[in-house]
Every structure is written in C-alpha cells, then in structure tokens.
C-alpha cells in the first residue's frame, strides 16, 4: 500500500490528506526518526476540530499508537502533548492523560523517556465554573508531554537545545574565584576547581519544563487565512514546542511525521531545521491552508485567494520548484 498523492510538497516534505489511520498503514516499518503530535484533547465540550470524550480517548488514541511504535525507528521518539481536563460537573481532574501514559508502557511497549510540561502563561483562566466564577481552582496554564521512545536509548543531543547562561552565571564562568569557592556542597555533589575554566558548554542545559506563550495573533499564517476569508485552525501550538523536541531528537535530514497536523506548524518547524516532514490530516480546509506556511510574505492578496483556491481543487502543488527526494528507508 503507497501513499495517495500529497496535497502540496514542499523542499523537505509532504502533506496528505486523510484518516492517520490508513496513512500510517502505508508507511515502512522503523522509516520515520520522531513523531510529534497533539491529538485533540479529551474535552467535556465538544469542539470543532473533533475531540474525543474522556471515557473513550485512551483506547481511541491506543489504536493510533499502536501503528505508530511500528513505523518509528528502533532509536526514534514519539512526543505527545497532552492538555488536561476535570471530571464532568466536578472540580476535581481527570486522569485520562496518566491512563494514556501508563497505558502505553505497560500494554504498548513503550519507554517513557522522559516527562515534560509545558507552561503557556498567555492561557486564559479556565474552566470558568471553577476558576472564574467560584475562585476555587487556579488558572490550567501547563500540559503534559510525553517523550515516548521505542528503546531505552532514543536519538538525543541536549547540546542542539542549550539556552543562554544567565548574567551571574556568565560572571561565574569568566571569573569563577571571585563568585565561588570548590567544595562539597551538602547535596553530595562535589564542585572541583576546574568548574568555571574556559567557556563552559556554550549554554545551560534545558529543564524540563518548557515555558513557551501561545499568543500568535498577526502570523503570517493568520494574515493569509483573513486574506482568504477563511478561519484559522482553532487550536494550534506555537512553533517554539515542536522546534523544540525537533533539534532534540532529530539530526538533518531526519523524517518528523505529525498525524494530526492541522495547521502544520510542525511541518514549518522541521521545515526551517532542514528535517524530512510528513503532515497527516483528516480536513482539507485545514491543511490547505497550512500551506500559507511555506509561501513567501510578499505575496499580493490575489495570489493568496488563487493559491488557497487551487490548493481545495487539487492536489500535488508544489510550493518550491526545487523538491529534495523524500527516501524513506
């Protein structure tokens, strides 16, 4: 079984449309170095990008995983975000994403590799029952991520993803006996005279929790979707997350793959990192106008409505006259 022809490619990837399911059954098994997703969440109120109810989103996602451990490579990953929820009527949480977890482990195979959270401190007080109303619970501003890995030692390179030391600590390196004295501090850990010679390791190891404010408002992105008179996808994530785990995770020329694309910010991601992308996504509106993504910012509106338009009739557009083989092996 092949792949059906893409709505649009671009240099480094392809986006399709369709059910993940039958998509992910066309696909080699171990081709694909990370999968990264966010699946619509286990919401009480039904949303219109399709999400499932709590009671049957753990085996609805379990179906999808399933296929996923097969075509992701022996070292590859599989990055989940996750945003939470309270039990119907009640404000007390629910455990759907810690049942995805423990489910995925102990019945799928997988390795957790590590958890992560992401912190949005642009997220609007929510639920407004609990939150905004009562004032008996605190704003819901982090989702769990789950780095899920196919073998206990996964593809990863912290030094892809080092932030920038902070004043003190760049004081510290350049002058480290004037800010600290080497000894054993009461964690056990012992300092030795060689911390702070040289320049260190180029940046401060990441934690893992990710603060990253959703608030895209006047993107290219949703500049093109006003311009085609169309809405933009409702619950898109900033490009900062999936960038994040991409330089992590992958080296160039890697395959990231998204089953639930929607705006194809992922695909964006990888894109500019010089990744293979491959975007699943069931709504054509949706992944035709990801493709504003890839088109350049000086585009006259005409060209934008033309190009959305085309992009509904049919398939095979290609945004960049120069494509890179996509091999998957």
């Not at 593809?155 to 004295?181: C, G, H, I, W």
Request: aromatic share 12%.
């Amino acid at each position: 079984m092949k792949l059906p022809s893409p709505l649009y490619t671009t240099q480094y990837g392809k986006a399709y449309v369709g059910d993940s399911l039958e998509l992910l059954d066309c696909l080699p098994d171990n081709s694909v170095n990370l999968v990264i997703t966010s699946p619509p969440f286990a919401l009480q109120r039904q949303k219109e990008y399709g999400n499932k109810s709590q009671e049957d989103y753990v085996d609805w996602l379990s179906v999808f995983a399933k296929k996923i451990k097969r075509v992701i490579k022996n070292d590859g990953s599989f990055v989940l975000d996750l945003g939470g929820a309270y039990e119907k009527g009640r404000p007390t949480r629910s455990l759907y994403n810690y049942k995805i977890l423990i489910k995925f482990c102990e019945e799928l195979g997988f390795f957790l590799a590590e958890e992560f959270f992401w912190f949005n401190p642009s997220k609007l007080p929510s639920p407004i029952e609990w939150v905004n109303k009562r004032k008996i619970r605190t704003k819901d501003a982090v989702n769990t991520i789950w780095w899920f890995s196919k073998s206990e030692y996964p593809k990863a390179d912290v030094k892809k993803v080092l932030t920038p030391y902070s004043e003190r600590m760049k004081q510290l390196l350049k002058n480290s006996e004037k800010f600290y004295t080497p000894k054993k501090r009461p964690s056990g850990h012992d300092i030795s005279k060689e911390f702070g010679n040289g320049n260190g390791n180029g940046g401060a190891i990441p934690p893992n929790l990710l603060q990253i404010s959703n608030s895209e408002s006047n993107s290219k992105y949703l500049r093109f979707c006003k311009i085609a008179n169309i809405q933009g996808h409702p619950a898109r994530f900033p490009r900062q997350l999936p960038e994040f785990f991409i330089k992590f995770l992958t080296d160039p020329g890697d395959v990231v793959l998204d089953i639930f694309a929607g705006s194809n910010t992922t695909g964006e991601a990888a894109e500019e990192h010089c990744r293979k992308w491959l975007a699943f996504e069931k709504e054509k509106d949706y992944l035709a106008a990801s493709s504003f993504r890839f088109l350049e910012n000086n585009k006259s509106e005409t060209v934008i409505q033309d190009f959305y338009n085309t992009m509904l009739r049919e398939k095979g557009v290609e945004i960049r006259s120069e494509q890179a083989v996509m091999i998957l092996k």
